[in-house]
């Protein structure tokens, strides 16, 4: 199942960067959605001091009017909106993860599973918080277990999670459990699907976090999975929204 669109020879996956630099894709007049950025300008290799560099550019096929582009543009709005959930949880738990009532994310990790909704919608189910940081331990490592309520093989679609180190990259752990996830999916019917998986790491001197997304599939159910990444993958626009609001 392909989730690509075309655009003057660049190809555009989601709500993400074409490359480092440059804006994120956004819908044709009137899609809606987007937030702002762009599909790449004229060219791949566009210089920095062009007067388009990073600014916005509509994508001329609207992705939302794909099914499969579309899953894709919606998985990525789910990813990015997890991370107004992950504070809202920060600020119920309070103390140390709202220090003077500004929740943050540099405490603990935050996680929640990808869930297919009607058409290509995606959402995700509760927001688990992992265990707080060890104030004691230089070398704490954070960790975290998502409550997988309300997600079958069915309606799984991956996940999110945070990292309050800052980390970019999926962990080894967190790499073995997308690919156990994947695997269970595809045995059970969807070899023809993609599975995402978005991690917010966050800055450690306040600023936006940066949002990446790693993925998995279409593939055989018995196939070989894929390496974990050493390279971060691409940039998913923190305004990201879906196709319906």
């Not at 480092?20 to 819908?27: D, E, H, N, Q, V």
């Not at 790449?40 to 001091?49: I, Q, R």
């Not at 058409?119 to 707080?132: A, D, K, L, M, R």
Request: hydrophobic residues 30%; negative net charge.
């Amino acid at each position: 199942m392909s989730d690509v669109t075309t655009v003057e020879g660049i190809t555009v996956v989601g709500q993400r960067r074409v490359a480092s630099g440059l804006g994120f894709p956004i819908r044709p007049s009137g899609g809606g959605g987007g937030g702002g950025g762009t599909s790449g300008g004229e060219e791949e290799n566009t210089l920095p001091d062009d007067p388009n560099w990073g600014q916005p550019e509509l994508l001329v096929q609207d992705p939302c009017a794909n099914p499969a582009s579309a899953l894709a543009w919606n998985a990525d709005a789910a990813g990015a909106g997890a991370v107004a959930k992950f504070l809202l949880k920060a600020a119920e738990i309070g103390f140390a993860d709202a220090p003077n009532g500004v929740p943050t994310l540099l405490n603990r990790e935050f996680g929640s599973f990808l869930v297919r909704g009607s058409g290509h919608s995606v959402g995700t189910n509760q927001v688990t918080p992992g265990e707080p940081r060890d104030q004691t331990n230089p070398n704490w490592v954070s960790t975290i277990t998502i409550d997988p309520a309300g997600v079958t093989t069915a309606n799984y679609q991956g996940w999110v999670h945070s990292h309050p180190n800052g980390n970019e990259l999926p962990s080894e752990a967190d790499w073995g459990g997308f690919m156990r996830n994947n695997r269970l999916a595809r045995e059970s019917g969807r070899s023809d699907e993609t599975f995402y998986m978005y991690i917010i790491a966050v800055d450690q001197d306040g600023g936006p976090p940066t949002i990446r997304v790693y993925q998995d599939g279409p593939r055989a159910a018995n196939s070989p999975d894929p390496v974990r990444p050493i390279e971060e993958g691409a940039e998913v626009n923190p305004d990201a929204q879906p196709c319906s609001q």
